[in-house]
């Protein structure tokens, strides 16, 4: 009987030190990362892509699957999840907005994030304005969003079995991934910190060119520029792993994009900016001013140069470069001073600024007609190209080549 004893107790043991799989500690760093990376992929293109922006179409199979994935691995709500985000969209950086760093703080949003995701999702208006659309069925009424904690409950058993009292820590670092990266790093770092492609209405980022460990959501500016695009990737450059995963998954028809970025079309150079032009600028505005960005930048380089061959003081224009192309609300209080003192100091930079906000306000302006815009780009075109500035005239005639 003790033998007996003894034999189970040291099966128990056995289990307890090595679970159902003896794993070495790089096999079990695989398994996180790939679960992880699955969770990532659900929040990503089920909830984000197509829940929250309908940018794209799933499948049955995915979607039920990512649905039950999100309920062993993350105990969220469709609903609530998409009804937050596209609060978020529509209130941003507001102090309606549910988890702006801009309003809350970054260290509030960047490490309890999760936390304001919760409160948020007891707003009862929240989901009702905010959360049509999302599924509706028997199993999202009786077991997702009934049973939350019961859903990584079950995660929580599995990986006991499969490894023992590790499991518990392969557990935790699950439960802690999508409160992380998502709803720490996303929510916080991608609207305080990083590059920006575009000048969306918002203080949105892209922290990295190459979004592979939150599945694409780094390219965070680019998402808040084209918030109905499937595919959040827009340089060269830059890299969407989620949009590679939606690309492979439209291949065996499990998925169908409706929707990706918008590209400013280049033909012939009309001799006047016309109707044509005005479309092409107003449906391309962020591309546009994306162009202009860069002939700012190569005006610039040309005013470094000129300081430089004469021994002059950079201090002033280097502090301020980073700031000419951007939205006079964008601009920080500390850097105003410095632009402005760049901007007396170089009329080339200045008269850039200056019309780069006339163009700017060509799309905000809804009190003029059609006509009268019209007559306004093509006399700003023409002011362009007759002020002596290369980087200006250079811009202006490939503007007069853009299509709608």
């Known amino acids: 009987m003790m033998l007996a ?8 043991l056995d289990w307890l030190g090595h679970g159902l799989w003896n794993l070495s500690w790089w096999q079990v760093v695989l398994y996180v990362l790939a679960t992880t990376h699955i969770t990532i992929l659900a929040v990503t293109i089920f909830l984000h892509r197509t ?33 937050i985000h596209r609060k978020h969209h529509a209130k941003c950086e507001t102090e309606d907005d549910p988890h702006s760093p801009q ?60 490894f023992g009292g590790l499991g518990l820590t392969v557990w935790a670092v699950q439960m802690l991934w999508i ?49 109905t695009s499937a595919k959040f990737s827009v340089k060269k450059y830059e890299f969407d792993i989620g949009w590679g995963w939606i690309r492979a998954m439209e291949a065996i028809g499990w998925a169908k994009v409706k929707k990706v970025p918008p590209r400013l079309q280049m033909g012939a150079v009309r001799p006047v900016a016309d109707e044509k032009t005005l479309e092409a600028v107003i449906a391309n505005r962020y591309e546009v001013m994306a162009g202009y960005a860069r002939e700012m930048r190569r005006a610039c380089k040309g005013e470094i140069a000129l300081i430089k061959a004469r021994g002059g003081d950079l201090s002033v224009l280097r502090a301020a470069k980073r700031w000419l192309h951007r939205d006079d609300d964008k601009v920080p209080a500390s850097a105003r001073t410095h632009l402005v003192q760049a901007r007396q100091a170089h009329p080339v930079l200045d008269k850039m600024v200056v019309m780069r906000e006339e163009l700017r306000q060509m799309w905000l302006n809804t009190s003029q007609s059609r006509e009268q815009l019209v007559a306004e780009l093509a006399a700003w075109c023409h002011r362009a190209e007759a002020s002596g500035i290369a980087a200006l005239r250079d811009f202006s005639i490939r503007l007069r080549a853009a299509q709608a």
């Open 5 to 12: 004893d003894s034999v189970v107790l040291s099966a128990a």
């Open 51 to 83: 829940q929250a922006h309908r940018s794209m179409e799933l499948g049955a199979v995915p979607s039920h699957f990512f649905r039950f994935w999100l309920w062993i691995g993350t105990g969220m709500v469709t609903k609530e999840w998409v009804a």
């Open 103 to 162: 309003t809350r703080g970054i260290d509030t949003v960047m490490w309890r994030g999760a936390e304001l995701y919760r409160a948020e999702a007891k707003n009862a208006e929240t989901m009702k304005k905010f959360g049509h659309g999302t599924p509706d069925d028997w199993m999202e009424r009786n077991v997702y969003s009934r049973f939350g904690w019961q859903g990584v409950g079950l995660m929580l058993i599995l990986n006991l079995a499969l």
């Open 179 to 227: 409160p992380f990266w998502a709803a720490g790093v996303v929510n916080g770092l991608g609207h305080f910190w990083g590059y920006r492609n575009f000048e969306a209405q918002d203080a949105s980022t892209n922290l990295s060119p190459w979004g592979v460990i939150i599945g694409g959501e780094e390219l965070h500016n680019n998402h808040h520029t084209y918030p």
